[in-house]
């Protein structure tokens, strides 16, 4: 079984930096694409950005472009998200999630297999 466990999550001031990983059990790690997602209040899950199997594409949503980072290391099956020039709009809970079609970049969450639990994201002074 898959599991996807986040963490570096916080409270950071507007302008700031976090950087959120994600660590991913299991021998597939690298057939999967993964992406992240975040969900405020009152809102619909949304897409962040997503990373290619071997790490050769990625993908933003226009929001974070130039600002976000995704990256991945599949010797040690993990995705991180490295968030600067952060904005109180960034508040949420962040998602990674685990794409088995290893073929394309989906900014779909119903097309994403494994999920984390969230880590919590407030950006605020």
């Known amino acids: 079984q898959v599991q996807l466990v986040e963490s570096g999550g916080g409270l950071v001031q507007p302008g700031g930096s976090l950087r959120l990983s994600c660590a991913v059990s299991g021998r597939t790690f690298s057939s999967y694409t993964m992406g992240w997602f975040r969900q405020a209040p009152g809102n619909e899950r949304e897409y962040v950005a997503s990373i290619s199997w071997n790490g050769g594409r990625t993908d933003y949503t226009d929001s974070v472009k130039g600002r976000f980072t995704i990256s991945r290391d599949n010797a040690k099956n993990t995705v991180d998200l490295q968030m600067n020039s952060l904005k109180p709009e960034d508040t949420a809970a962040y998602y990674c999630?685990?794409?088995?079609?290893?073929?394309?970049?989906?900014?779909?969450?119903?097309?994403?297999?494994?999920w984390g639990q969230g880590t919590q994201v407030t950006v605020s002074s």
């Open positions: 999630a685990a794409d088995r079609n290893k073929l394309a970049l989906t900014r779909r969450a119903a097309e994403y297999d494994y």
